[in-house]
């Protein structure tokens, strides 16, 4: 039972490149939505939450269609620095105690 | 302010040893979490526990066990190693259980099984 799904990957774009990720979830009682960020051989980090207006932080745009069970990341401009793995992850349940993470989309910038 | 502190950060243990993964936050958290991350699998949800003195069942938490005795810390215990417990260990703790807190990351503990 795949719980979340993402793009297999891996990504490899050129610097300023506009690249997108796609997720779906089959939880419809998944209330919240996030993007992780991680690096080889580290940890997971908070990259942003999304939410059903949809939201923007600098060049990442993140998208929720909760019809769907479907969200996306958007990144523009691309730069060296965002190689990494972006984790699409869900709360699990409406308390939220619980994160159901997928296996992450693999994203090679390259000069 | 270090955060999220995980010891030991690689261990090489024999099946059937026993060992105790600390984790340690400093920031007042509530909420205390164990995953493992194994290739292709994505993170998955060992225990967790929801305050001083509590714990809690997560997705995989068979050949584990947790204690939560101090609010700082959240101890994972493998009584028994098994080479199917080979994997990396995060620990992570959240301030609130509210629907969009966000859940702070250890380095990770890499455990070898043989």
């Known amino acids: 039972r795949k719980e979340v799904e993402q793009d297999p990957g891996p990504f490899n774009v050129p610097e300023g490149a506009t690249v997108a990720f796609n997720c779906t979830y089959s939880?419809?009682?998944?209330?919240?939505f996030f993007w992780y960020r991680q690096d080889c051989r580290k940890e997971p980090k908070l990259l942003m939450s999304?939410?059903?207006s949809g939201n923007e932080d600098g060049r990442f745009t993140a998208q929720l269609n909760r019809a769907s069970q479907y969200i996306s990341l958007l990144i523009r401009d691309s730069k060296l620095s965002d190689s990494a793995t972006y984790l699409c992850?869900?709360?699990?349940?409406?308390?939220?105690?619980?994160?159901?993470f997928g296996k992450g989309t693999t994203l090679s910038v390259s000069s | 302010n270090a955060g999220v502190t995980q010891t030991p950060k690689f261990r090489v243990l024999k099946t059937g040893q026993s060992m105790t993964l600390l984790c340690a936050q400093d920031?007042?958290?509530?909420?205390m979490y164990w995953y493992r991350q194994d290739p292709g699998m994505g993170l998955r949800l060992i225990h967790y526990?929801?305050?001083?003195?509590?714990?809690a069942k997560g997705e995989v938490p068979d050949g584990y066990n947790v204690s939560r005795l101090k609010k700082q810390n959240f101890l994972l215990g493998l009584e028994s190693a098994a080479p199917s417990q080979t994997s990396v260990y995060f620990c992570?703790?959240?301030?609130?259980?509210?629907?969009?807190?966000?859940?702070?990351f250890g380095p990770g503990t890499r455990l070898l099984v043989l």
């Open positions: 992850v869900v709360t699990a349940n409406q308390a939220g105690t619980a994160l159901i």
């Open positions: 526990s929801v305050g001083e003195g509590t714990t």
């Open positions: 992570a703790s959240s301030y609130s259980r509210g629907p969009q807190e966000t859940q702070y």
């Open positions: 920031m007042n958290h509530e909420y």
């Open positions: 999304v939410y059903s």
């Open positions: 939880n419809s009682a998944s209330q919240s």
